[in-house]
């Protein structure tokens, strides 16, 4: 899967972006390209879809049984998602879908967009009710934006880099990534959510703040950053109202 966002509204963390990438002799590739690159890899089955130029997501159909790839789509809310919840039934039922035949991706929305809209439950919370591997991107149209999140089991791989233009670019592939970013990519922390308003916060530990530590490639080549729990620094929580009062915005104030 890819997604990349326009750096206006998706506010990526700024130590992603490594001023190595200037230097390096490979620069950063424009959105466009890294598009063309993973479209090229999965011809024959790959499709990608354009919204205005905010932001592209491309998706490649599962190719083996052992991973599982899913996308939806649903009233201009998208979601690609990688792996498995083992307590899928029992989500359904919690959220009122247990009568359709809803996979992953769709619970990912339907669970986002009642949270969105009425906020009964932190998003912290809620992750952490999802019982297995799992990698998702969600990308909702109707207010241009981002949420993601990935398992603290490790089970699936997310990376996430700065493009040349300054966008920020998510995917399961390395090679993409790492062609299209340069030295600006690092892997998406385990236990984590991403919010585009909010920023990078831990579901696992949803009081602490995050602490960007620099990445070092095998060049010696200063390579975006990785995000760890900081034990000694915690978030001033201040009460949720209003429209801010949704999921993805929880614990984030």
Known sequence: ?????????????????????????????????????????????????????????????????????????LDGIYCMFLGRLNNLCNLNRQYGLSGKNSDEAMFVIEAYRTLRDRGPYPADQVLRGLDGSFAFVVYDSQNSSVFSALSSDGGESLYWGISGD????????????????????????????????????????????????PRIDSEGVLCGANFKVDACSKINGIPRRGSEANWALANSR
């Not at 990608?48 to 899913?70: D, I, P």
């Not at 670019?169 to 909010?198: N, R, W, Y």
């Open 1 to 73: 899967m890819l997604a990349i966002f326009q750096k206006a509204f998706a506010h990526p963390p700024e130590e992603l972006n490594s001023p190595a990438s200037q230097f390096s002799g490979k620069t950063p590739k424009l959105p466009v390209e890294t598009l063309s690159d993973f479209l090229s890899r999965h011809q024959d089955s790959a499709f990608s879809m354009n919204f205005a130029g905010s932001a592209v997501l491309a998706y490649a159909r599962q190719e083996t049984s052992l991973r599982q790839r899913l996308f939806c789509g």
């Open 166 to 213: 300054g966008s920020v670019v998510m995917s399961d592939d390395l090679q993409i990534i790492k062609q299209g970013c340069a030295k600006s990519f690092a892997p998406f922390p385990t236990g984590c959510m991403f919010h585009s308003e909010t920023g990078l916060k831990s579901f696992e530990h949803p009081t602490n703040n995050m602490k960007a530590m």
